[in-house]
């Protein structure tokens, strides 16, 4: 018997990959402000999206802390929206 996960409307990283939040991230910050906001090498050191995901799937708390900062990205920009 398969089970269908339960919706999350509330939950904004629900849906995303993890290759779209760190793109994302890239957009906003650049590999340059992601190597200062998080201390990866493969942020500051020749960095791409790809070899940034092997890292991030094998790291969970690297992995957290760039969910984090996604979330902490979005909030700002309802912030900033609100204020307009």
């Not at 509330?10 to 201390?39: F, K, M, S």
């Amino acid at each position: 018997m398969t089970s269908t996960p339960p919706a999350q409307p509330r939950n904004p990283l629900h849906g995303l990959t993890l290759e779209r939040i760190l793109t994302e991230l890239v957009e906003h910050y650049g590999w340059d402000g992601l190597a200062q906001r998080i201390a990866l090498r493969c942020f500051a050191s020749e960095p791409s999206i790809a070899s940034s995901l092997k890292v991030l799937r094998k790291t969970p708390w690297a992995r957290e802390k760039v969910e984090s900062l996604y979330l902490f990205m979005l909030r700002e920009a309802r912030r900033t929206r609100s204020r307009a």
